[in-house]
């Protein structure tokens, strides 16, 4: 079973981007802390997701493609300092955004009349240095600090948040189709802290950690809707936004089954409730935040076989509930389910680990207002992600 942690670093290749345009990207993997002596990975995948929907009332038009391609670069290194303690930094980015919903065309029919021209751009990246100290060969504990850089841009349009400014209608001034919010760089710090169990003889490993929430408070330009700039006199407002980046929980495990065959999986729950975007000036006060988000679970579960002392390989399942056929317009995806596959490369100090995820994403339907009303319909959406990574023994 010395493969065992070359089957499961497929993992990481599977974490990305669970929602395909939501938030959660990375996973937070902290595998390396596991890997044999020294040790540094780098890592590289992109997520292609396909995700459109259409209007409901008034025209049954087309969304468009609202969700766009990224890229999840990681990097870590694991050094073994003596025979029970050890440390790793890793590099992710852990939570990102990318939805754009193309802009209303009566001429040609396209775009969302609802939703066109709303958008998300949040941006992050991290650093993590963890420490784990082997009381024995079946007890450790690990944790350690993490520091985050992030940054977002907002914005909200069409009809679905009001009709367009109109100066001779006191109706449109309450409106906030227009309103955008563009969040600068801010860094924050957090913690992590967990414990693991292992039987050597078996391949048996299981570990818990959990991963604070990180405060940032971002220097704020919000851009008024048409309303509030005539009334105010002004296009634009300085705010703060104070944002926690939520707490979350991984539980990953692992035991060999027979010879030469591993069974592992993860499962993680991340507190998306308390994830708030609520600039303090205009919108915050007046209309509450800019995200509306369920907390989630996802589950991944897989098998692993070694097949030489060269080749590894594994497949795999994912799988998150869905929350409610309601949703945020920012995070227009209900859950998932996934299947993937990846091989793993072994030669001498090298190893390298490629994969393959598909995704069925659940149906959902937009919403905005008070009550939440439904704007659109997405359904039939899917995501591809695809990884690889390149990891030395030193």
Avoid at 122 to 150: C, M, P, Q, W
Avoid at 208 to 233: I, M, Q
């Amino acid at each position: 079973m010395k493969h065992a942690s070359s089957l499961c670093g497929v993992l990481l290749l599977a974490a990305g981007s669970a929602q395909a345009g939501g938030i959660d990207r990375s996973g937070q993997p902290i595998g390396i802390l596991f890997e044999k002596g020294n040790y540094v990975e780098l890592g590289f995948g992109e997520i292609n997701p396909s995700v459109s929907g259409t209007d409901l009332t008034p025209y049954a038009t087309a969304s468009g493609a609202v969700a766009g391609d990224h890229t999840l670069p990681g990097l870590a290194l694991k050094y073994q300092i003596n025979e029970k303690l050890s440390a790793a930094v890793i590099y992710d980015h852990a939570y990102g955004a990318d939805i754009n919903y193309p802009a209303f065309s009566g001429f040609t029919g396209t775009g969302s009349y609802m939703l066109g021209g709303t958008f998300a751009e949040v941006e992050s990246e991290g650093v993590t240095a963890l420490l784990r100290y082997k009381f024995n060969d079946n007890i450790s504990v690990h944790g350690g600090l993490r520091a985050t850089k992030a940054s977002g841009h907002v914005g909200l349009s069409g009809v679905a948040y009001g009709p367009a400014f109109d100066a001779t209608d006191p109706a449109t001034y309450n409106s906030v189709n227009g309103y955008e919010a563009e969040l600068k760089e801010d860094w924050g710090h957090g913690y992590v802290i967990g414990a693991a169990y292992e039987k050597p003889e078996i391949a048996l490993r299981v570990a818990l950690t959990y991963f604070s929430k990180v405060r940032h408070n971002f220097d704020t330009v919000e851009t008024l809707p048409g309303g509030a700039a005539a009334l105010l006199g002004v296009t634009t407002l300085d705010a703060n936004t104070q944002v926690d980046t939520p707490q979350a929980v991984n539980l990953d495990f692992q035991t060999g089954v027979a010879k030469d065959t591993l069974v592992f999986g993860t499962i993680r729950w991340v507190d998306w409730s308390d994830f708030k975007i609520a600039p303090d000036q205009f919108f915050g006060p007046k209309v509450g935040s800019l995200t509306n988000l369920d907390d989630t679970t996802s589950y991944t579960l897989g098998v692993g076989r070694k097949f030489s002392d060269t080749w590894s390989g594994s497949v795999f399942a994912t799988w998150e509930p869905g929350t409610g056929k309601l949703v945020s317009p920012l995070a227009p995806t209900n859950g998932y389910k996934g299947l993937g596959l990846a091989a793993v490369y072994t030669k001498d100090n090298m190893k390298i680990t490629t994969g393959v995820r598909y995704l069925w994403l659940g149906d959902s339907f937009p919403e905005t207002g008070t009550p939440d009303v439904a704007r659109a319909e997405f359904k039939g959406n899917t995501a591809v992600a695809v990884g690889v990574k390149v990891g030395f023994t030193f």
